[in-house]
């Protein structure tokens, strides 16, 4: 059971940044990849990006490009995002997720983290 733990949310103001980060106990061919979701009061949980293990490959979602950076660090197993230019918009619970597929479109969590809230005032 692969566990994930995440850190870095809080309040700031529109335009501020912030980093998260996810530290996953173990890699695994389940956990190929790592992302991040996020999920507003009374929206659906929504992909944001995702960085896999080997190669490094990355997605986003389009409302979060040239915002926000997905990037990783092998040796202590642990995913960053790197959060700029927020907005109130993006308010959410943001939760670490792992998984053998995760794409922008194709998103399949195996692995999810507690959650850490994000919140930008304006």
């Given at each position: 059971q692969?566990?994930l733990?995440e850190?870095?949310?809080?309040?700031?103001q529109a335009?501020?940044?912030?980093?998260?980060?996810?530290a996953a106990?173990?890699?695994?061919?389940?956990?190929?990849?790592?992302?991040?979701?996020?999920?507003?009061p009374?929206?659906?949980?929504?992909?944001?990006?995702a960085?896999?293990?080997?190669?490094g490959?990355?997605?986003?979602?389009?409302s979060?490009?040239g915002r926000?950076?997905?990037?990783?660090?092998?040796?202590?197993?642990?995913v960053y995002?790197?959060?700029?230019?927020?907005?109130?918009?993006?308010?959410?619970?943001?939760?670490?997720?792992a998984?053998?597929?995760?794409?922008?479109t194709?998103a399949?969590?195996?692995y999810?983290?507690q959650?850490?809230?994000?919140?930008?005032?304006?």
């Amino acid at each position: 059971q692969v566990q994930l733990v995440e850190s870095g949310g809080g309040l700031v103001q529109a335009g501020a940044s912030l980093r998260l980060s996810c530290a996953a106990s173990e890699r695994t061919f389940s956990s190929a990849a790592l992302g991040w979701f996020r999920q507003a009061p009374g929206k659906e949980r929504e992909f944001v990006a995702a960085i896999y293990w080997t190669g490094g490959t990355t997605y986003y979602a389009n409302s979060v490009k040239g915002r926000f950076t997905i990037s990783k660090d092998n040796a202590k197993n642990t995913v960053y995002l790197q959060m700029n230019s927020l907005k109130p918009e993006d308010t959410a619970v943001y939760y670490c997720a792992a998984g053998s597929r995760m794409t922008a479109t194709n998103a399949q969590p195996n692995y999810w983290g507690q959650g850490t809230q994000v919140t930008v005032s304006s």
